[in-house]
């Protein structure tokens, strides 16, 4: 069978939660550029989001569901525990990034500074301003996290981590998130940890057009 494609613009966080799995499971990939609402991703994502994913016959949207094929489809290292205790750690934290944290850091957070529809694309400071409460609340919460073990789900590397991930980076870019990240060491321990892996050094993006 050929290699597994994905689908979608390697700036999107998603995107790159699924190529860190492949990277980490030792599976070669492809990745075909597409933005968001693309025919090519609307043919696979019934609203249009990326990534989409195909192998061979198969086609998949949603990033928890791409990597637990990935994870159960090819031999490497397990990316959610076998065990059920571990495995249902690593489902929380996955979900609680896709549910909680995801939506303030990057829907609201981040799209203040990066997408506001402003003239001239200033920042929307009242979508800031009225995000950054959270914002803090989730530093405070993986600060406490971090500072218990070494990865987000256990003592070692899983999907949370990878989903958590391409959050920060861009968490590291926009002021009031970098302020919070250098004062919050176990987070930062934990980032530059996740930077000595191959799986995250081969998947940093190019800037956001518009934002170099
Ligand atoms: N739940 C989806 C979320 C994917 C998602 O929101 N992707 C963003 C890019 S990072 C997107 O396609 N946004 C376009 C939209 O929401 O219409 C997943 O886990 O794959």
């Given at each position: ?172 870019q926009l002021p009031e998130s970098q302020e919070m990240l250098a004062a919050s060491p176990h987070v930062t321990a934990w980032y530059d940890r996740m930077m000595a892996r ?15």
């Amino acid at each position: 069978m050929t290699a597994p494609e994905i689908i979608g613009a390697p700036q999107s966080n998603f995107v790159r939660t699924v190529r860190i799995a492949c990277i980490e499971k030792g599976v070669d990939y492809t990745l075909t550029p597409a933005r968001p609402h693309s025919p090519e991703v609307k043919a696979i994502h019934p609203f249009g989001k990326i990534p989409a994913f195909r192998h061979g016959d198969l086609t998949l949207c949603e990033s928890k569901a791409i990597c637990g094929y990935v994870d159960m489809a090819f031999a490497g290292p397990a990316l959610i525990p076998r065990d059920p205790v571990g495995a249902a750690a690593c489902e929380q934290w996955v979900s609680l990034m896709n549910t909680s944290i995801d939506p303030v850091l990057m829907r609201d957070y981040l799209r203040g500074h990066f997408f506001s529809g402003l003239p001239d694309g200033a920042p929307d400071r009242v979508r800031i301003d009225a995000a950054l409460p959270k914002v803090r609340d989730i530093f405070a919460l993986l600060e406490r996290e971090l500072s218990a073990r070494d990865y987000l789900a256990g003592d070692k590397f899983t999907l949370a981590d990878a989903f958590l991930l391409p959050v920060l980076h861009y968490m590291k870019q926009l002021p009031e998130s970098q302020e919070m990240l250098a004062a919050s060491p176990h987070v930062t321990a934990w980032y530059d940890r996740m930077m000595a892996r191959p799986s995250v050094a081969e998947t940093v993006p190019p800037p956001v057009p518009g934002r170099s």
